[in-house]
């Protein structure tokens, strides 16, 4: 039997080493492989870009909510608060919650000195406004969920996926041990080395997606109740012409 130097042991392990590179694993991938790595890398390049998009928005809404809200009932006259929402950007919820009630209300208005009245006999203003500002706080809160389903689809399939690619690449690294009939550790640990990587590569893709979409959840529900509340204050503004002020 011979034994192997410190040298030829050392020169052994660093070419094992260097077949658990990612340069190699690129090398050997088959169609699968790549089909995994791509997906992976489409999973991680949406999910950060969600992640940047929703921050950016979310913060933008809540530094906006207070002004808008405060705007609208620190102002004396309906019709100049009406044209300060008018003025508010486009991606501005609370305006366009406020805006949807606004018009309801000119609406009912005018249909009840109309002609046939047919909305009035129908609908009391009261009514039509409640339909209105649910309709507008449903349209804004969807707003606010764009991205939601793609994060939590990444945090929880995107493990499987790199999962899947190293049981294939191990599945291949058998096959090769099998054939060449070397099963020393510097002939396994290479093959299975690139094979795991995959399942790193899914977890560096899952781990982000899934702090974000349970911060974005959180954050998503604070948004949410101040959309109620700011509902149910113009619903009594518009309906009978004064706030009623909730005792806190």
Known sequence: MFLQTPAATGNTNAEAMKQMGF?????????????????LVAMSFLSWYFIIANGIRNATVKARADKVIDGFWG?????????????????????????????????HQQSTTGTTGRLAESLSRSEFIDRALRQAVARESMR????????ATVGSAAPFVGLLG???????????????????MNAV???VGEALIMTAFGLFAAIPALFAYNFFNRSNRVVYARFDEFANDLHDFFATGSRIESAK
């Open 75 to 107: 102002n004396g006259s309906t019709q100049d608060a009406i044209r300060e929402l008018e003025a508010q950007p486009k991606s501005e919820p609370f305006s366009k919650i406020a805006l949807e009630a606004a018009s309801a209300m000119a609406h």
């Open 144 to 151: 606010l969920e764009g991205g939601m389903t793609l994060l």
């Open 23 to 39: 340069e190699n694993l690129m090398q050997n991938f088959d169609w699968l492989g790549w089909v995994v790595f791509v997906t």
């Open 166 to 184: 190293t049981v294939w690449g191990i599945y291949h690294a058998l096959i090769g041990i099998a054939a060449t009939g070397n099963a020393s």
């Open 189 to 191: 640990a290479g093959p």
